[in-house]
């Protein structure tokens, strides 16, 4: 069962303590560390997992990016290649949108880590998002209670992703305006 709790402040001071660290490595290749997702939204309920971006130049530094998160708890999901494209299957690859995936728990603190290329289709939606969240109360509110709605149907967790995908997708009308001059 998926369990959604209160916003708290706790949420933004883990992300900006695993930032720190991660932007504090010597010869860092991640360019940009970012809080996304439902606990970097203000007064919505999420699960107690803090997702973060990290941006990289290449994904020919993914064992660089294991060599610092694996020893610290975070383990790579290997069949997580990709973000949902919006309007696709499930199984629909679009390169735009390819990203590495890691979980683990750093300072009591569950985490998933999203690496992305910088500027990239998917980190630029990951943004739009929670920016969107932020600034538009009536589609935060409304989508929050979608979410606590889908959570207490008992959905599995993968059943719950997918569902949240399409109406992401539709949201993501109102909000999503790539920047390709950035890709």
């Keep these: 069962m998926i369990e959604l709790i209160p916003h708290t402040a706790k949420w933004k001071n883990k992300f900006n303590q695993l930032k720190e660290f991660l932007l504090s490595l010597p010869n860092t290749f991640f360019m940009e560390v970012d809080h996304i997702g439902s606990t970097a939204i203000e007064k919505a309920p999420?699960?107690?997992?803090?997702?973060?971006?990290?941006?990289?130049?290449?994904?020919?530094?993914?064992?660089?990016?294991?060599?610092?998160?694996e020893?610290?708890?975070?383990?790579?999901?290997?069949?997580?290649?990709?973000?949902h494209v919006p309007f696709?299957?499930?199984?629909?690859?679009?390169?735009?949108?390819?990203?590495?995936f890691f979980t683990g728990t750093y300072a009591n603190q569950s985490f998933n880590i999203h690496i992305?290329?910088?500027?990239?289709?998917?980190?630029?939606?990951a943004q739009q998002f929670r920016d969107f969240m932020i600034t538009h109360n009536d589609a935060r509110?409304?989508?929050?209670?979608?979410?606590?709605?889908?959570?207490?149907?008992?959905?599995?967790?993968?059943?719950?992703?997918?569902?949240?995908?399409?109406?992401?997708?539709?949201?993501?009308?109102?909000?999503?305006?790539?920047?390709k001059s950035k890709n």
């Excluded at 992305?116 to 939606?125: A, C, M, V």
């Design 46 to 69: 999420a699960k107690d997992i803090v997702d973060v971006q990290c941006a990289i130049a290449s994904f020919e530094h993914i064992d660089q990016v294991r060599t610092v998160l």
């Design 71 to 83: 020893p610290i708890g975070f383990v790579c999901i290997e069949d997580f290649n990709q973000d």
């Design 88 to 100: 696709q299957e499930h199984d629909y690859f679009l390169s735009g949108w390819e990203k590495r």
């Design 116 to 125: 992305r290329l910088k500027n990239s289709l998917n980190w630029q939606f």
């Design 141 to 179: 509110y409304a989508y929050m209670q979608f979410k606590e709605r889908l959570a207490s149907s008992g959905v599995d967790r993968h059943t719950y992703c997918v569902i949240k995908d399409s109406v992401i997708d539709l949201l993501s009308l109102q909000f999503f305006k790539p920047d």
